[in-house]
């Protein structure tokens, strides 16, 4: 394949990948706000995108979610995404380790209209989690924190589940540097092989890794507790 040719396919993904962007997950202003202020406030611009929160926000739906718990909240765009496939009475609680960042979100949440549905818990995720079991079990779990530390949230995800519950993990394809061990690996990558390993080998789980960032290069690790 010629590098022109290369090119024009890649363009032409871009395109459609905006249109379905565009057509299917279109950002309101309450999800526009969120960014913004969390680029003033000198927050990583890492969150997901677009398509990405509209499918999060359709796992939760499919499920008819009522209780959501999100692991890592960064500037608070995944969590609308995710409220607002609640019900009116439904609950999102977001894990923040930062509490700069907590205030953010929560303000985020306020302007985009869910923070009656919300609610922003500040401290270590893996001392936090334990407390949680009495308010389990959580219709879907969403996991984008630390990477060296997502198969101890994969444990408790799976504590705090029920059967027919939805565990979805960022950043797990990486352009596939996180489907095996691989020699000097850091601990961030390790994290994401032992969890993709464990997803796709514990007798609860049926499990998919999707790519489904903008270029592909990463995506989302989807299980479903049975």
């Keep these: 394949m010629s590098d022109s040719t290369l090119e024009q396919q890649t363009q032409k993904r871009h395109e459609i990948e905006e249109q379905i962007a565009q057509l299917f997950a279109p950002e309101d ?15 990583p611009e890492i ?19 009522r209780k959501i718990l999100e692991i890592g909240s960064l500037a608070g765009y995944s969590g609308i995404w995710l409220a607002r496939a609640l019900p009116a009475d439904g609950r999102l609680i977001s894990l923040e380790l930062d509490p700069r960042h907590a205030e953010v979100i929560r303000a985020s949440f306020a302007h985009a209209g869910v923070a009656e549905r919300t609610e922003v818990r500040v401290g270590n995720a893996l001392d936090l989690l334990p ?7 959580f219709d879907l779990i969403f996991i984008d924190a630390d990477k060296a530390n997502y198969p101890h949230y ?29 020699p000097n690996m850091d601990a961030d990558t390790a994290g994401l092989v032992k969890y993709n390993q464990l997803t796709r080998e514990h007798p609860r789980l049926t499990t998919i890794v999707l790519a489904n960032d903008n270029d592909y290069t990463d995506g989302f690790n989807v299980a479903v507790v049975k």
Excluded at 158 to 181: E, W, Y
């Design 47 to 65: 969150q997901i995108n677009p398509v990405q929160g509209k499918l999060l926000q359709v796992f939760a739906a499919a499920n008819q979610s």
């Design 29 to 43: 202003e309450g999800l526009r706000h969120a960014l913004q202020a969390a680029k003033e406030k000198g927050l």
């Design 154 to 182: 994969l444990e408790w995800a799976i504590k705090l589940s029920r059967p027919g519950s939805v565990i979805i993990a960022d950043n797990c394809v990486r352009d596939g540097r996180v489907f095996a061990a691989s």
């Design 131 to 137: 407390g949680l079991q009495a308010e389990a079990p």
